[in-house]
């Protein structure tokens, strides 16, 4: 566990040297001293130039479908704030409808691997190289779960039923599953940048679709321990949709990436899936099971996994 601290206080000293460096910039300054409304008004407008950037390039470089992707991606994001906002009402739910949250999540996470990363991937790798397909697609599974165990080695971290640890303390331990939860996210969002990135919009909108649901009990339970601890509600479904927004990002790199080098797609779409089997093995099925409540979750996730297959079909 003292690796954990170690990491965490890395993480915290970097936090607050950034801070720092901004909070002596001029120009940010200069912001900070403008009245609340102007201050706010000229956020806004930056935020908002550097999307009309972001998306003008992409649109002129990749087209239409590659912009989609990143709006998906967003969007997929953005739902762990919707999962969070249960907070505004509740300090707690009830262990067995957050256990079935977190197992129809991991349901609709393994049918849209299934279906819209592993199917299409070997379809892809039999296109270029035939018969090989399903061999390119599985080297990029297990690089996808060594990626992630390399990262939980680099950042170890409390799971979701993780206990409390008397060596630290429940700020910290939130703190950290707030950062895995934030890093497990980055290859969802670059799953969604795969698939819209072969071209096929119908994968791209069944995988984003599934991500948003699974990450609705993320939020939730990213926001509920804050809340906990005394954290302004806002504050708290804040920071769970900051988790989230880390998804735009991965789906960036995972759209670029495969869109400039077609022969890697295969390997992407695996290496997506592998990420993803590896966080639902990992982190959400041990916790779905954990205090007895497995037979909720066993239910929840064959109704989550019916569901996306219907929407896949639906979408097909």
């Avoid at 690796?3 to 915290?12: G, P, R, S």
């Avoid at 949709?241 to 670029?256: K, R, S, Y």
Wanted: hydrophobic residues 55%; glycine residues 10%; contains cysteine.
């Amino acid at each position: 566990m003292s690796a954990i601290v170690k990491n965490f206080e890395k993480l915290q000293s970097f936090y607050e040297v950034q801070i720092a460096r901004l909070q002596a910039n001029s120009h940010f300054i200069t912001l900070m001293a403008l009245p609340t409304l102007q201050r706010r008004l000229s956020f806004a407008g930056l935020f908002l130039l550097s999307q009309l950037f972001i998306f003008g390039c992409l649109y002129i470089l990749f087209g239409k479908v590659v912009v989609i992707g990143f709006v998906a991606s967003i969007l997929a994001g953005l739902a762990t704030g919707l999962g969070a906002l249960p907070v505004l009402f509740f300090k707690n739910i009830s262990n067995n409808l957050f256990s079935s949250l977190l197992g129809g999540a991991a349901g609709v996470m393994l049918a849209a691997t299934a279906f819209s990363l592993l199917v299409p991937g070997i379809h892809f790798g039999n296109v270029l190289w035939p018969g090989y397909g399903i061999y390119m697609v599985s080297a990029g599974m297990l690089l996808g779960a060594f990626f992630l165990h390399y990262a939980d080695h680099q950042l170890p971290h409390p799971h979701f039923d993780a206990v409390i640890d008397p060596h630290v303390n429940s700020f910290r331990k939130i703190w950290l599953f707030v950062i895995a939860i934030t890093i497990h996210n980055f290859p969802e969002g670059m799953s969604v940048g795969v698939s819209f990135g072969s071209g096929e919009m119908k994968n791209g909108l069944v995988l984003a679709i599934a991500i948003a649901m699974q990450n609705i009990p993320e939020g939730l339970a990213v926001a509920l321990p804050l809340v906990s601890l005394g954290y302004n509600r806002w504050r708290a479904i804040g920071i769970a949709t900051m988790t989230g927004l880390v998804e735009p990002v991965g789906g960036l790199l995972g759209i670029t990436m495969v869109t400039l080098f077609q022969s890697v797609l295969p390997i992407a779409m695996g290496f997506a899936a592998g990420a993803m089997l590896f966080v639902i093995s990992e982190e959400i099925i041990p916790e779905t099971h954990a205090k007895g409540r497995s037979r909720y979750a066993t239910y929840s996730l064959m109704i989550g996994f019916i569901v996306m297959m219907v929407v896949d079909n639906a979408l097909g």
